[in-house]
């Protein structure tokens, strides 16, 4: 009888973005991730590219961004704020764009976690690649009041699980280590989301 609850099933691979089936791809990992996501990173192979990764994210940002300033759009008009239109549109627009320099913050800071708490098993390249997918729960960040989970189930629970199950380490680990990189990711987003408040207000 296996000791692990959830194992890698052998020869099984975890679904990934391809250039050559973008749409279907996409959608694969979607469902994958926020479905299933123990399954997914127990059968995730860490190594491999990085091009395919920073497209899915810019795919799933771009979605999320478009459908984040239409909601916006709507509220601004709704309410007679027509002079926020622009920012709303820029913000979409910068979200989209810088959210694979984004996705490379999170994997920073979760290598310094992982190689603090779980041991030297990391590199950059496999933590991002982790990241990207985790990214998937970003695609429901546009929905009012659901997007503030979006981001912390992204960075903390999916981040967390991808943890355990690639590194093959201890349930109490991994939270520990996806604690620890929360926190500061955490308070860079309040901070930022306080300053882009105060320039738009401005």
């Known amino acids: 009888m296996p000791d692990c609850i959830i194992c890698a099933m052998p020869g099984a691979t975890s679904p990934e973005f391809s250039l050559e089936r973008p749409l279907p791809s996409t959608l694969a990992v979607i469902r994958a991730v926020l479905l299933t996501p123990r399954s997914f990173y127990a059968n995730f192979s860490a190594e491999g590219p990085l091009r395919e990764p920073i497209i899915f994210v810019l795919l799933v940002s771009a979605v999320t961004g478009a459908l984040a300033a239409v909601v916006a759009l709507v509220s601004n008009l709704?309410?007679?704020?027509?002079?926020?239109?622009?920012?709303?549109?820029?913000?979409?627009?910068?979200?989209?764009?810088?959210?694979?320099?984004?996705?490379?913050?999170?994997?920073?800071?979760?290598?310094?976690?992982?190689?603090?708490?779980?041991?030297?098993?990391?590199?950059?390249?496999?933590?991002?690649?982790?990241?990207?997918?985790?990214?998937?729960?970003?695609?429901?960040?546009?929905?009012?009041?659901?997007?503030?989970?979006?981001?912390?189930?992204?960075?903390?629970?999916?981040?967390?699980?991808?943890?355990?199950?690639?590194?093959?380490?201890?349930?109490?680990?991994?939270?520990?280590?996806?604690?620890?990189?929360?926190?500061?990711?955490?308070?860079a987003l309040i901070w930022l989301r306080v300053a882009t408040a105060g320039l738009t207000a401005a």
């Open 78 to 187: 709704v309410f007679g704020q027509l002079g926020a239109v622009l920012v709303t549109l820029l913000e979409a627009l910068a979200f989209a764009l810088l959210s694979p320099l984004a996705v490379g913050v999170v994997a920073g800071v979760y290598l310094l976690s992982i190689n603090t708490f779980v041991g030297k098993v990391a590199n950059f390249r496999e933590v991002y690649r982790m990241a990207a997918y985790a990214w998937s729960a970003m695609v429901l960040a546009w929905i009012p009041v659901v997007g503030a989970f979006a981001v912390t189930y992204a960075l903390m629970v999916l981040m967390g699980i991808g943890v355990r199950f690639v590194y093959r380490t201890s349930l109490l680990t991994a939270v520990v280590t996806a604690l620890v990189a929360f926190v500061p990711l955490g308070m």
